[in-house]
């Protein structure tokens, strides 16, 4: 009888410990949301292999440069009219300390490759297969682009949909001014 | 020297076919991957990203993979969450003994439960047994059954 006592109580510690953790880690709102209302947050980790080469990229390792986060999927129609213009972009400011990092999901390896050459994006991209980073950084559909500021916070402005050229631009001087 | 040719022919034409040794299934792959974006298995869904999947796997059994490198190499490029069901073998297995290995214990604590309380119960007496009837009682009822008898 004593030993069903103590299994009894280290199952209900255990799931007591679980829902505990859940809470702590859970993701709760998004960075977008967050950015959305104005605020300045520190942008989630962010450190997947790369799609176009060999290796990892990490967020974290670009600290003290401004980099312009853009959520992708190949098949995405918003996402194919903003390609050449987020590409030109970042081209435009390559030397100029911002970076672009495109984080590819829900696509295979094939379709999204083939995508970045068939709308030439040279700039470095980055695969999270089944979207596992959507819910730290709050991305609800694609494409969504984000501005992170050389502290490595994510600043306003947000954008939902396509990017125009302007609306790149007037993230990355924020970002460069905050 | 027809029968040779007939038989180069028929070698010919066999290869194809004979080509792989194994013979993964379309169909049973499609029910044990799931689309990423949908969340359904492929047969279910037909998403971009579900027929772009079909066709990969279609390609790779045209390769003569099994179908443990098909699923192994969706798992490379997709993660362990791509599959509708983990697998057997290594860390995976966890997910189906745990639930198992619950309900047995939980099963054998209730087994043990059961057994005490009606242990327990036995002990504090349970419903009392009738008592002998006493010699005044037992002639009353002799004369009620004499009279109903009667």
């Not at chain 1, 505990?20 to 104005?38: I, T, Y």
């Not at chain 1, 495109?102 to 709308?119: C, E, I």
């Not at chain 2, 066999?14 to 044990?32: F, I, K, N, V, W």
């Not at chain 2, 297995?93 to 059961?114: F, I, M, N, S, Y």
Request: charged letters at 20%.
């Amino acid at each position: 009888m004593r030993v069903v006592r103590v299994v009894v109580a280290v199952a209900v510690l255990s799931l007591l410990g679980l829902l505990v953790w859940d809470l702590a880690h859970g993701n709760g709102p998004g960075v977008a949301q967050k950015v959305d209302k104005g605020k300045v947050v520190a942008a989630p980790a962010l450190n997947l292999p790369r799609l176009d080469a060999d290796g990892h990229l990490s967020l974290a390792a670009l600290r003290g440069k401004v980099v312009v986060v853009n959520f992708w999927e190949s098949y995405c129609v918003p996402c194919k009219q903003e390609a050449r213009g987020v590409a030109a972009t970042a081209r435009a400011w390559k030397d100029k300390g911002v970076v672009f990092v495109g984080v590819n999901a829900f696509d295979t390896k094939s379709a999204a490759r083939a995508y970045l050459k068939r709308y030439g994006v040279d700039y470095a991209n980055i695969r999270d297969g089944v979207g596992t980073t959507f819910g730290r950084w709050g991305v609800t559909g694609v494409p969504e682009t984000f501005f992170v500021d050389r502290r490595g916070r994510v600043v306003p402005p947000h954008i939902t949909g396509p990017a125009s050229r302007a609306a790149l631009e007037q993230g990355i001087r924020q970002a460069l001014r905050s | 020297m027809r029968l040779l040719a007939a038989a180069a022919a028929a070698l010919a034409l066999a290869a194809p076919a004979g080509a792989c040794t194994t013979h993964a299934s379309q169909g049973s792959l499609e029910t044990r991957l799931v689309c990423p974006s949908c969340h359904t298995t492929l047969d279910e869904s037909d998403s971009e990203v579900a027929r772009e999947m079909k066709a990969e796997v279609a390609r790779r059994i045209a390769a003569c993979q099994t179908e443990s490198q098909i699923l192994d190499a969706m798992v490379a490029e997709f993660g362990p969450t791509i599959l509708s069901t983990p697998r057997t073998h290594g860390f995976d297995l966890l997910a189906w003994v745990l639930p198992l290995g619950g309900a047995a214990l939980g099963a054998a604590a209730l087994a043990v439960g059961a057994r005490t309380w009606t242990r327990n119960r036995g002990d504090t007496g349970g419903p009392a047994a009738p008592a002998a009837l006493g010699p005044e009682d037992e002639r009353r009822v002799d004369e009620a059954l004499a009279r109903f008898d009667g």
